[in-house]
């Protein structure tokens, strides 16, 4: 990384908190109502697609297919079920580190933004009462194309006012790292360096970065 960082794009999901576990929950229990089983292993499968994606890729595992009119019922049902589950969060389910290290860019004149494939974005920052930190939010209902689609951190971009070439993008999905590279922004992988081998640079947690005092640059 050579340029200056004025803007910071996070993920929201395995980011800053992790709902990846209400995810599962929600398509395992429809996977059962269907009939057959959804590992953990098969969840990988789903991480940083959209819905759509994600109900698809469920019924190739097991293996029915599905109108589309029926899959617009299940895909709500999973949803339904997912926001009983976030519905309970609290600030208390925040991932170490995220915050403080949000608060830090922001002393820095570091521009902050939230870009998630997620249309329940609102609700979770409400529930972790969070909102507060962004300069923009980009969510679900405000882009239509799923990572590796760049279209949510253009779109955060351009809100921000800053050139995507300043922009730094935090993701622990291979798919928003590539949606990052394909928006020319450089990347922050937030997860195991094996699983993002094309970010810029990646971390385990932002412990490092706020005992460094780093901005990626």
């Given at each position: 990384m050579t340029r200056t960082m004025r803007?910071?794009?996070?993920?929201?999901d395995g980011v800053i908190v992790d709902t990846a576990k209400y995810?599962?929950?929600?398509?395992?229990?429809?996977?059962?109502?269907?009939?057959?089983?959804?590992?953990?292993?098969d969840n990988e499968r789903l991480k940083g697609v959209s819905r759509v994606r994600s109900l698809?890729?469920?019924?190739e595992i097991g293996g029915l297919k599905v109108d589309?009119?029926?899959?617009?019922?299940?895909?709500?049902?999973k949803n339904e079920w997912y926001v009983q589950y976030i519905s309970n969060m609290t600030?208390?389910?925040l991932l170490p580190g995220a915050?403080?290290?949000?608060?830090?860019?922001?002393?820095?004149?570091?521009?902050?933004?939230?870009a998630s494939a997620s249309k329940n974005a609102p609700l979770i920052l409400d529930r972790l009462k969070i909102g507060y930190l962004f300069d923009v939010v980009i969510d679900g209902t405000k882009a239509s194309k799923a990572k590796p689609d760049?279209?949510?951190?253009?779109?955060?971009?351009a809100d921000l006012g800053i050139p995507n070439e300043d922009c730094v993008v935090f993701e622990d999905a291979e798919a928003g790292i590539e949606a990052a590279i394909r928006a020319g922004m450089r990347s922050v992988g937030v997860?195991?360096?094996?699983?993002?081998t094309a970010a810029d640079i990646v971390i385990t947690g932002f412990a490092p970065l706020l005992t460094l005092s780093l901005i990626p640059a």
């Open positions: 803007a910071a794009i996070f993920d929201l995810h599962y929950l929600a398509w395992k229990r429809l996977a059962n109502q269907l009939g057959f089983d959804f590992s953990e292993a698809e890729i469920l019924l589309a009119a029926d899959r617009e019922v299940m895909a709500s049902r600030p208390a389910e915050v403080d290290y949000i608060a830090f860019l922001k002393t820095k004149g570091v521009k902050i933004a939230l760049p279209e949510v951190f253009i779109r955060a971009a997860g195991k360096p094996g699983n993002l």
